[in-house]
Nanobody, 123 residues
Framework: QVQLVESGGGLVQAGGSLRLSCVASGGTFSSYGMGWFRQAPGKEREFVAAISWSGDSTYYSGSVKGRFTISRDNAKGTVYLQMNSLKPGDTAVYYC????????????????WGQGTQVTVSS
């Protein structure tokens, strides 16, 4: 059983930056593909970014590519999401997720989920 705890959310002005962290425990972190997803009020949960177990491969949604960067530190059991040039449309609860396989952009392919952290971008 893997437990995931996100942190780093908050309120930021448009154009600003935030760095989200997700600390994993209870499993072999280095064997999991990790992803970040987000869910805005009244909308479905959507894919943001994913990273392979080794960190060699990453994948981004078109709406964040070039602005967000996903990375991981297997020694610390942590995955990060650096978010730059934030827009009001990025406002959502951000979740990290893990799956015992390579990276994926599909919500239903992730087994473990964190509780989420709120990101609010003001205009």
């Amino acid at each position: 059983q893997v437990q995931l705890v996100e942190s780093g959310g908050g309120l930021v002005q448009a154009g600003g930056s935030l760095r989200l962290s997700c600390v994993a425990s209870g499993g072999t972190f280095s064997s999991y593909g990790m992803g970040w997803f987000r869910q805005a009020p009244g909308k479905e949960r959507e894919f943001v970014a994913a990273i392979s177990w080794s960190g060699d491969s990453t994948y981004y949604s078109g709406s964040v590519k070039g602005r967000f960067t996903i990375s991981r530190d297997n020694a610390k059991g942590t995955v990060y999401l650096q978010m730059n040039s934030l827009k009001p449309g990025d406002t959502a609860v951000y979740y990290c997720a893990a799956r015992p396989a390579t990276l994926s952009a599909r919500v239903n392919e992730y087994v473990y989920w964190g509780q989420g952290t709120q990101v609010t971008v003001s205009s």
